[in-house]
């Protein structure tokens, strides 16, 4: 079965421990992205990556960091959590054509206290 | 820059009425559209997707959406609503030039018995 698969699903952490968020898809794509879903604030992208090797910045990058050593992992890292890094995450994946709908994982709630 | 907008935060119908969700959009070309539903504790699901040709598309359970290039709208229609069509709504658009998704804020469907 497609999918992206995303753990945890939940996350209650502590100001500054460091977390990573894992992110994996089953169906060769090249195009990743995390997104942040905040009530009023639709989905807001955080970083993406274009294939291996290759991420840049979303809209709100600041406070994570991520990495594609492999074409079907794509982890979101969260160095030294906030408080207002409390949300909702969704990675998603697409082939890297023109017009192709994105699949998204499960969502990941992260509480961070 | 690309920008996507849904008026309503919530569209109250009753089951088997029709139903339109409202989006309008703001690109420098011509646009990739597409609609995602998402149910409580679960990932956005692709519902259909505008990308050239006829200006009324079809996609799952029903739905159908039409592209107004004059208007910039692409609002999401059934003909007859469910119960089970109760979910969180996302418009998006994609620049033809990036990969990039810009998600609206989402609009609640409530459909009643």
């Known amino acids: 079965e497609a999918q992206v698969t995303q753990n945890p699903r939940y996350l209650i952490t502590v100001t500054g421990k460091k977390l990573t968020v894992t992110c994996s898809q089953n169906?060769?794509?090249?195009?990743m992205s995390w997104y942040r879903q905040d009530p009023g604030l639709g989905l807001r992208q955080i970083y993406y990556?274009?294939?291996?090797?290759?991420?840049d910045k979303g809209d709100v990058p600041e406070g994570y960091k991520v990495s594609r050593k492999e074409k079907r992992n794509f982890p979101l890292i969260l160095e030294s959590p906030s408080p207002n890094q409390t949300s909702l995450y969704f990675c998603a994946s697409s082939y890297d054509r023109q017009g192709t709908e994105a699949f998204f994982g499960q969502g990941t709630r992260l509480t961070v206290v | 820059a690309q920008s996507v907008a849904q008026p309503e935060d919530q569209v109250n119908v009753a089951e088997g009425n029709p139903l339109t969700v409202k989006c309008t959009y703001s690109?420098?070309?011509?646009?990739?559209l597409f609609w995602y539903v998402q149910y409580p504790n679960r990932g956005l699901q692709f519902l259909l997707k505008?990308?050239?040709?006829?200006?009324l598309v079809k996609g799952s359970y029903g739905f159908e959406a039409e592209f107004n290039k004059s208007q910039t709208s692409f609002h999401l229609k059934k003909p007859s609503a469910l119960v089970s069509d109760s979910a969180l709504y996302f418009c998006?658009?994609?620049?033809?030039?990036?990969?990039?998704?810009?998600f609206g804020t989402g609009t609640r469907l409530l459909v009643s018995p």
């Open positions: 169906m060769n794509h090249e195009y």
């Open positions: 990556s274009m294939n291996v090797e290759v991420t």
């Open positions: 505008y990308i050239t040709g006829d200006n």
């Open positions: 690109v420098s070309g011509n646009p990739y």
């Open positions: 998006a658009v994609r620049d033809r030039g990036f990969q990039k998704l810009v």
